[in-house]
T-cell receptor
Framework: GAVVSQHPSWVICKSGTSVKIECRSL??????MFWYRQFPKQSLMLMATSNEGSKATYEQGVEKDKFLINHASLTLSTLTVTSAHPEDSSFYIC??????????FGQGTRLTVV | AQSVSQHNHHVILSEAASLELGCNYS??????LFWYVQYPGQHLQLLLK??????LVKGIKGFEAEFIKSKFSFNLRKPSVQWSDTAEYFC???????????FGTGTRLQVFP
């Protein structure tokens, strides 16, 4: 299957700082990318959908000013957690979709805010 | 709103045992159904999917799932599990007019030799 690379795999940051997570589709063009958040022992919760070249669509309850999403090219989307706080600590996963209906997932990023 | 329920949170089996993981969804319209697997330290991978047609779907690694519309269910089965099937399994649903996936909480499967 197609490969989606997410970077970094884990990050620790201080409270109040911003963290950027990258999601790249390595061997296909991703017209749509999705960002999920997963709490321990819980489901993957969809945060936002981004289409290349347009603004991301956020799910209800997700602060768009806090979780900035940029999908500047067909192979890269970034999620920036701004002014991170300990409650933002979580596992963030991206997925990418090209022409087919199948979504391919990154390996996830473990964010810990101290 | 759509939702997906996976009632088995943690399943422990011996090798060669049969497996069935439950998945129920709530949505009034037509849906696409998926099972994903996440092996330790790896990405989520698609096991199988149902869009239309034969409600019994066969996936990779000997897994299959049956869509029962009247029960809003899409249970995953494997007749004989292996130690290498130890992983987290997620059921997911999307509606026809969107690519957004709604996931269940996942089921952790441990298979002992």
């Amino acid at each position: 299957g197609a490969v989606v690379s997410q970077h970094p795999s884990w990050v620790i940051c201080k409270s109040g700082t911003s963290v950027k997570i990258e999601c790249r589709s390595l061997d296909f063009q991703a017209t749509t990318m999705f960002w999920y958040r997963q709490f321990p022992k819980q489901s993957l919760m969809l945060m936002a959908t981004s289409n290349e070249g347009s603004k991301a669509t956020y799910e209800q309850g997700v602060e768009k000013d806090k979780f900035l999403i940029n999908h500047a090219s067909l192979t890269l989307s970034t999620l920036t957690v701004t002014s991170a706080h300990p409650e933002d600590s979580s596992f963030y996963i991206c997925s990418a979709q090209g022409g087919s209906t199948e979504a391919f997932f990154g390996q996830g990023t473990r964010l810990t805010v101290v | 709103a759509q939702s997906v329920s996976q009632h088995n949170h943690h399943v422990i089996l011996s090798e060669a045992a049969s497996l069935e993981l439950g998945c129920n969804y709530s949505y009034g319209g037509t849906v696409n159904l998926f099972w994903y697997v996440q092996y330790p330290g790896q990405h989520l991978q698609l096991l199988l999917k149902y869009f239309s047609g034969d409600p019994l779907v066969k996936g990779i690694k000997g897994f299959e799932a049956e869509f029962i519309k009247s029960k809003f269910s899409f249970n995953l089965r494997k007749p004989s599990v292996q130690w290498s099937d130890t992983a987290e399994y997620f059921c997911a649903v999307s509606s026809l007019n969107t690519d957004k996936l709604i996931f269940g909480t996942g089921t952790r499967l441990q298979v002992f030799p």
